[in-house]
């Protein structure tokens, strides 16, 4: 017999069955005759794209609305699907970002789309694609705090030599970056990005580190708050939001890679800063 029944259709020598026991083996015959590689093979087979999105809702990009999971990540997730022709499942079964990455580089998902920022430690264990939208960093600062650190310095002295306590969330990407980028700042973490606002309000700590887009959604939420606090926007410092595969995966990633170049909904920070409105 020339080959033999998986799922409902006949694995031939070469098939996606025979790429699972042989794990070095690059490509796949699909059924209906096409060759694909087999870390695309495997989703065909399955007939599902899983992406993982962390169990938090993060709007715009992925919320709960009307009962529907709805927002910019889960139309990309539900674009790569349509074009593998496959249906989608969603797992949020992470709990936070980093857990989305750990689950991606278990093999959990096949993809990882929440958000997620391209940093240093993530990059051990998944690969990125290329951004598909680009953030620059932003600090949300106590204005009477922050005065009276200022003085008669240039912001760009004070911003560039920052000494004082910097709120981040922990085990956040920004948690990476603040050591990193203002080595003599006071980093003090917290639980969520509410508890962090409120430090800030309270003047527990002088300011805030994250991308522009949560600190503009802030005010944006909260114009009142412009009284209280101020923002500054790093436009020499970039977080590239990106969607995580798995390192044995680099035909899919390039697949993403790909979509992400054609894609035609291109976003920025104002596009979805809108869709908040």
Do not use: C
């Not at 069955?17 to 399955?46: C, E, F, N, T, Y």
């Not at 989608?88 to 750990?102: G, K, Q, T, Y």
């Not at 009276?148 to 910097?166: C, D, K, M, P, Y």
């Not at 994250?210 to 959604?217: A, L, N, P």
């Amino acid at each position: 017999m020339a080959g033999w029944l998986l799922g409902g259709w006949a694995a031939a020598p070469g098939s996606w069955a025979q790429a699972q026991a042989q794990p070095h083996a690059p490509m796949v015959r699909l059924p209906q005759g096409d060759l694909v590689a087999a870390d695309i093979g495997a989703i065909l087979h399955r007939g599902e794209l899983v992406v993982a999105m962390a169990a938090t809702d993060t709007p715009p990009f992925f919320h709960m609305k009307n009962n529907r999971l709805v927002g910019s990540d889960v139309r990309m997730a539900q674009q790569l699907a349509g074009e593998l022709g496959v249906t989608l499942r969603i797992d949020r079964s992470p709990r936070s970002f980093n857990e989305v990455v750990e689950f991606v580089a278990r093999g959990g998902a096949d993809l990882g789309i929440s958000k997620l920022s391209h940093t240093l430690a993530r990059a051990l264990s998944v690969h990125f694609s290329d951004p598909y939208l680009r953030l620059n960093h932003a600090l949300l600062l106590h204005r009477v705090e922050f005065a009276a650190l200022l003085r008669e310095r240039t912001l760009s002295q004070v911003i560039r030599n920052f000494e004082g306590s910097l709120a981040v969330i922990a085990n956040s990407s920004f948690a990476d970056f603040a050591p990193r980028h203002f080595p003599r700042a006071r980093i003090v973490t917290y639980s969520s990005w509410e508890a962090v606002i409120d430090a800030v309000r309270r003047g527990q700590v002088m300011g805030a580190y994250r991308d522009e887009f949560e600190v503009r959604r802030i005010l944006q939420d909260d114009p009142g708050l412009v009284l209280t606090l101020r923002t500054v926007i790093l436009k020499d410092l970039t977080d590239a939001l990106a969607v995580a595969v798995g390192v044995r995966n680099a035909t899919l990633l390039a697949f993403v890679n790909k979509f992400v170049g054609l894609r035609a909904e291109k976003l920025t920070v104002d596009s979805v800063l809108k869709e908040l409105r």
